[in-house]
Structures are given as C-alpha cells and as structure tokens.
C-alpha cells in the first residue's frame, strides 16, 4: 500500500515539474518575442510573425487544383530567429530574412528539400526567383503583399 501511495506522490510530483517547465518555456519564448519587437520594430513587423499561403502571383490567383490541398504554398516567417519556412507546392523550403526601414524586407539562404513534381517545378522554379527578389512588403487586410521594387510580385492570406 505504502508502494502505491510512494508512486502516486512521485507520479504527481513529476506531473506538476513537467508542466512548471512548460510553462517556463513557453513563459521565456514569448518573453523573447516581446524583447525582440520592442528592438524598435513597428506593427508591420509584429503582423509578419505568422503564417502565409500564396494567394497570387502578380495578381494572377494560383490554381490552387494544381496543388495537393495541404501543400499549398506558404511561407512562416519567425521574428525571433529571423527564419522563415514554408512549402514551394512542391517541396518543403527553409532560409532566412531580414527587415529594415520601413517595410524593407529580404529573403536570403532557402534551400528546399528536392522533390520533383512534373507539373510543378516550373511554378516552383517562379515563386522562388520571386522570393529572392523581394526588396519590401506590405501588409493591409489579412494579405501579406511582396514587392520587387515597385511590382507587387507575390500575395498570400493569412492562415494563422
């Protein structure tokens, strides 16, 4: 009975440490956002933080029955470590950022996983060269808008 009790007490015991230390972590990751944020960047920069798929492309929409429904492009851009992450259609992608002035933006580093898919690889070989050309980004209405300068090149909706 003594044994019983014994295990009951360390099972509780360990419950309870294992949800302090998740909720440390999670307490200390958006402690790190927060310092992050405050680095003198504006809302703009706070709104890119989430999850985006691709909408259009030069204000063409994508023909989303090309795409398998669950890798549809998208983009996840990590404030914290200046990553950003997504999906090309085709293949998974992961490289990095940086913002500047403004809405200044550059995408720098991607590497994708290299899958190939017949119909895709075009589109695919597209949206990356558009990706490396993005100099600024807009965001207005729940659509994150990607410039090569002056031509709104890539546009995606918030899914997040």
């Known amino acids: 009975m003594q044994k019983i009790s014994f295990f009951k007490d360390l099972l509780l015991i360990f419950s ?3 949800i302090l230390i998740a909720c440390k972590k999670e307490f200390s990751d958006n402690l790190q956002v927060k310092n992050y944020l405050t ?3 504006t ?3 706070q709104l890119l933080n989430d ?3 691709l909408e259009s492309t030069s204000d063409t929409p ?3 029955q090309l795409y398998n429904p669950s890798q549809l492009p998208n983009l996840e851009f990590q404030l914290v470590s200046s ?3 997504g999906h090309t259609g085709c293949n998974s992608l992961h490289g990095e950022f940086e913002i500047g002035n403004g ?3 550059s995408i720098q580093n991607i590497i994708t996983t290299k899958k190939a ?3 895709l690889m075009k589109l695919e070989h597209e949206f990356l060269n558009q990706l490396y050309s993005c100099k600024s980004y807009e965001i207005n209405e729940g659509k994150l808008s990607l410039y090569n300068g002056t031509e709104k090149t890539l546009i995606f909706k918030k899914v997040d």
């Open 43 to 45: 809302l703009q920069h």
């Open 83 to 85: 990553k950003v992450f």
């Open 62 to 64: 994508i023909d989303i």
């Open 117 to 119: 898919c017949s119909q």
């Open 16 to 18: 309870l440490l294992t």
């Open 51 to 53: 999850i985006w798929v």
């Open 103 to 105: 809405n200044m933006l």
């Open 39 to 41: 680095k003198e960047k």
